[in-house]
């Protein structure tokens, strides 16, 4: 049976994109529209799919390779039933090539506009998104950018993506602020060109929706879609950068999808076979730096090479944990299976993360509250009618501010060769809020700064907006210690997580009344339950012993926190 030639289709703007997944070999069966490439650009993920039903003959591309619209990826011989599908799929790449010329002649009326003072700076076609927030503005008024440098950064709920710089120039003001939600087409700044403009922008400003619109009917397009729908498993086995082949590292790759990251990282990664999955973010929100990346691999490389050193070849420090199989529970009763919001996903990643990344321990203490909580009792009324909820949390977020700066050490975070603590100067303190979409990690900036009633407003403020779902990045950056207060639900202790980079965690549980031995008699005392987790790199445990002696001491005696 003959062949026909598979070629690349109508791809939007994107030129010269390069392929970094190849999901089929020569003799495969193909469905219809099975992705056949992973193709990514700077701006998105892109998948290739099968114009039609077939077995793949001849795979004639691989990974790194370049494409465009066009150009012959492999030769398939067609299903029986898939005759009628060719004349499309050759319409379709007759179609896509005139939207190429449509898009070279749009970027010359561009081009010629340059002379101009400056121009404006347009978000381009991204694909099938609309509405899709900015999560990062990277540049700012008077910033010299290089032609296709990021300028924001979009997060939708399936990719993140960058907008470039249509070409050199200086940045004259940003429109967009962080927050706000973009489409093609809007205007998110404007930009002096080098040179006079002569290397004018190349995106499409103008009808660019309408010109698609009218081309989607029929045509074959590519499918912005998460690398988890990929269906070459074979592809996810990728050696970490050490090439130690006993230490094969397993991609997973739902957690690499969902992991929040631009694609250059994505792709960074990839090159490194760097499961982003299991990387934690140090940029805002979370997200995955190259950085991130280069230090990850770095551990990784200490890994292997202690191991070597001490001959345990099958140990993975971490890297090499199976992953979770999957379950087939319908065998034992009825199921629903739901998605994790995407709060859940994350703080799941983080947990998980941290709970393989630090050593932890946990110190119990108990804290006398009885004349905090009479103070708080006699306080409560008044403040409330000042517009104060004055819970037992704001005395403990100022005696944890005491004892961060008491203890130095507590204050710090390790660096990323774990051969140097930061000390930080300033005392935020994160606060984990219960709320519907999942746990939240608001920061409460300069406590120690703050009398009791600020911190009780601040709290109030941010737990309030966390509930609502009107919390900004801004507002879950630079937590120097966390807090988790579980007393207003139960319970009488527990093991928090430590939030890395940060080194402790102070958990609360519920107060009760118990007797406590006092100058011969036992004596009703109100006692509170603290639990401190803290990373065993860099606080000893009987640092940690002091350091819950002294919140307790703060909290019993609260003129202490005036000294
Ligand atoms: N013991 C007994 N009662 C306590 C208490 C304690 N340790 N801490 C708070 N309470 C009381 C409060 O005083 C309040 O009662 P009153 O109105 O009579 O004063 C009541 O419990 C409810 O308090 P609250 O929860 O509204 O306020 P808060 O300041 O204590 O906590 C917040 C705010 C945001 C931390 C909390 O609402 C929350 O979300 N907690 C859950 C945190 C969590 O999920 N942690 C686990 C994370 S790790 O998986």
């Not at 529209?33 to 892109?46: V, Y």
């Not at 709060?343 to 946990?362: D, G, Y």
């Not at 009780?456 to 937590?479: C, P, T, Y």
């Not at 430590?498 to 011969?520: A, D």
């Amino acid at each position: 049976m003959a062949t026909q030639p598979v070629k690349v289709p109508d791809i939007g703007d994107f030129d010269s994109v390069e392929i970094i997944e190849v999901l089929i070999s020569a003799g495969d069966t193909v469905e219809a529209e099975q992705p056949l490439l992973t193709l990514e650009s700077d701006k998105a993920t892109l998948e290739v799919p099968a114009p039609h039903a077939g077995t793949i003959a001849e795979v004639k591309v691989q990974e790194g390779d370049k494409v465009s619209e066009g150009d012959v990826i492999a030769d398939m011989t067609l299903a029986d039933d898939a005759g009628d599908d060719e004349a499309t799929a050759d319409e379709s790449n007759g179609r896509g090539a005139e939207a190429g010329e449509a898009s070279s002649a749009s970027s010359k009326s561009l081009d010629d506009a340059g002379e101009s003072e400056s121009q404006p700076i347009k978000v381009p076609d991204i694909g099938d998104f609309d509405s899709v927030e900015v999560i990062e503005v990277l540049v700012g008024k008077g910033d010299e950018v290089e032609a296709e440098q990021a300028l924001i950064t979009l997060e939708s709920d399936k990719a993140t993506l960058e907008v470039p710089a249509p070409a050199a120039g200086r940045i004259v003001e940003m429109s967009v602020t962080e927050g706000a939600t973009v489409s093609e087409g809007d205007v998110i700044g404007r930009m002096e060109l080098a040179d006079g403009g002569a290397s004018g922008p190349k995106q499409k400003t103008g009808d660019s929706k309408q010109d698609k619109s009218d081309q989607s009917q029929e045509k074959q397009t590519v499918a912005e879609k998460p690398a988890s729908q990929n269906k070459a498993p074979s592809q996810s086995q990728t050696a970490p950068a050490s090439g130690d082949s006993s230490k094969l590292e397993k991609v997973d790759e739902a957690a690499f999808t969902t992991a929040h990251a631009s694609p250059s990282v994505r792709r960074f990664a990839r090159q490194l076979g760097a499961d982003l999955g299991r990387i934690q973010g140090s940029g805002r929100k979370g997200r995955i730096l190259e950085e991130d990346i280069q230090n990850y691999v770095k551990r990784s490389l200490e890994t292997v090479q202690g191991d070597r050193a001490s001959g345990d070849r099958a140990s993975g420090g971490g890297g090499g944990l199976p992953a979770q199989p999957d379950t087939d529970f319908s065998q034992f009763g009825d199921t629903e299976t739901v998605e994790l919001s995407r709060i859940r996903k994350r703080s799941a990643q983080a947990v998980h993360k941290n709970w393989l990344l630090i050593p932890h321990v946990t110190q119990f203490e108990s804290a006398d509250i009885t004349e905090m909580e009479q103070f708080r009792q006699a306080n409560k009324e008044q403040a409330k009618a000042d517009g104060v909820k004055l819970t037992p949390l704001a005395f403990l977020l100022k005696a944890s501010a005491a004892a961060l700066k008491a203890f130095p050490d507590l204050n710090s975070s390790l660096t990323a060769d774990c051969e140097h603590l930061v000390h930080k100067h300033y005392v935020n303190i994160a606060v984990a809020v219960d709320t519907p979409n999942g746990l939240l990690m608001p920061v409460i900036k300069d406590v120690d700064q703050k009398g009791i009633y600020a911190i009780a407003r601040d709290l109030d403020d941010v737990s309030s907006r966390a509930r609502e779902g009107k919390i900004k990045s801004d507002d879950m950056q630079g937590a120097c210690f966390s807090i988790s207060s579980l007393g207003g639900v139960g319970g009488q202790a527990f093991t928090p997580i430590v939030n890395s980079p940060e080194v402790g965690i102070l958990g609360v549980s519920k107060h009760s009344w118990q007797p406590v031995w006092q100058g011969g008699e036992f004596v009703p005392r109100l006692l509170l339950p603290l639990s401190f987790s803290y990373d065993h790199r860099v606080i000893d445990g009987a640092e940690a012993a002091r350091i819950t002696n002294f919140i307790s001491r703060s909290l019993g005696d609260l003129r202490t926190l005036l000294l």
